[in-house]
């Protein structure tokens, strides 16, 4: 029995060393851009917050800040890098209100409203005076934010063309080629 192949692409997943055609954001200059703004508009005690440890995404995200801070001769407290997944985020985000955290790099997606909900009408913090935060995404409604969220965002729908595109032409193609490895700024 002859089985068909059925081409596969992973976003924002590199998996091109597993044979798997890829098409990724590069969530490392994600954070550096993040965090080296942050430096640049003068803070110093700036946490992490994402939604998982053992995610590549996570991982990239959590050397890019690591490495920016290191940079610029920052040591961060032990406690300022946290995960959604693992604690509740009121916890974290109290804590660090009383721990005198001035900036977030809030990289939990699934978690961005909440934290801005959090901070400003739960822990009373006005956001760009009291505390900083910067997100991933751009979403729709934070453009109606007061004041509207800083934000990194992917090229989402540039990965999603590549990689429908590529998925195209690996249907359409009676050759088989190497594995796309495609990472996006």
């Not at 954001?25 to 803070?43: K, N, P, R």
Request: charged share 20%.
């Amino acid at each position: 029995t002859d089985i068909p192949s059925l081409p596969v692409v992973s976003i924002n997943h590199p998996m091109s060393k597993q044979g798997v055609s890829s098409v990724y954001a590069d969530h490392y200059q994600q954070a550096v851009l993040a965090t080296e703004h942050l430096i640049e508009h003068g803070h110093r005690d700036i946490a992490f917050l994402a939604i998982q440890p053992d995610e590549w995404g996570s991982n990239e995200r959590l050397r890019g800040y690591q490495d920016t801070l290191a940079k610029h001769g920052i040591t961060p407290e032990l406690d300022r890098v946290k995960y959604t997944s693992a604690q509740p985020v009121y916890d974290t985000l109290s804590r660090w209100k009383q721990q005198g955290v001035s900036a977030i790099l809030n990289f939990s997606e699934d978690a961005c409203m909440e934290v801005l909900h959090i901070l400003s009408n739960v822990l009373g913090l006005q956001l760009g005076r009291d505390i900083s935060t910067i997100t991933l995404e751009d979403l729709p409604v934070g453009q109606y934010l007061s004041p509207p969220q800083t934000v990194i965002r992917q090229p989402l729908e540039q990965l999603a063309r590549i990689a429908v595109d590529h998925m195209i032409q690996a249907c359409n193609s009676t050759d088989s080629f190497a594995p796309l490895d495609c990472c996006l700024p």
